[in-house]
């Protein structure tokens, strides 16, 4: 069988093939990235990580959260009911690198932040199944006896304010990840769960208690019909 036309004229010339393929690929990604630099960024409200924060997010990067949980709410309807309003660039100005993910087999994180209590989060991690039946998470109940080393963290907060991070310079790294860990610890304590506020899994429910709640404090949880952006659809499917 003689070669058909696209394979004679195109896939038979690898160079004009590769340039007509990039140029394909070019012209969907800057449709997707242009408007981006012609909106205001304003990080007003949106705050950086602290230094506990900053603990429990490389913790989120170590395990692999990201494998399962993407950070990124797209703006249709039925990602707006479901996970609140969705996600701004700004909103990332402090995460080095993002987190956006790129696989959903657990839900959004981007607004779980005051989803749900601290002894939740805790249970949820010694034990999916717990709090969640049939959860296909793991488990990560090493991070209740795994401990948090300040000087990890202090490196983690140069590296960061390397980076343009604004850390203050007497930041005490020590102290301020104590004093964030032990308003946990003393929660949690109220419902009946001990742990000693070194622990990883203090740090990483910290960062996930932050996840979000700026950007719903900016523009609302995103569950009210003024919160849908205008060509969004009105039904979830
Ligand atoms: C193998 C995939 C997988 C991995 C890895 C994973 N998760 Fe999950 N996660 C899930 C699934 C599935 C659910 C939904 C069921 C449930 O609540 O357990 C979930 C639920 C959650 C929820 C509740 C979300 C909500 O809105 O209800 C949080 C918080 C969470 N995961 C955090 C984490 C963190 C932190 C890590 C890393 C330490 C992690 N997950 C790793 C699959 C995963």
Known sequence: MADSWHRRTLEHRSALFAALTTAAISI???????PMFSMPIDTTGISNYTPL???G??????????NCHSQMIRPL???TLRYGTWSRAEEYAWDRPFQLGSRRIGPDLMRVGGKYPNAWHFEHLRDPRSTSP?????????????KVDPADITASINALRRLGAPYPADLDVAASMHADAQVIVDNLATAKVTVEPDREV?????YLQH??????????????ADAAPVGTPAEAP
């Open 77 to 79: 309807r039925s990602e």
């Open 57 to 66: 997010r490389d913790i989120y990067v170590r395990e692999g959260c990201y």
């Open 211 to 224: 996840l979000g709640v700026d950007g719903r404090k900016k523009w609302g949880d995103g569950t009210t």
């Open 28 to 34: 969907g990604g800057m449709v997707e990235i242009a």
């Open 202 to 206: 203090i740090a990483l429910i910290a």
């Open 134 to 146: 049939g959860s296909i998470m793991p488990s990560y109940h090493w991070l209740i006896d795994d």
């Open 53 to 55: 924060q900053v603990a």
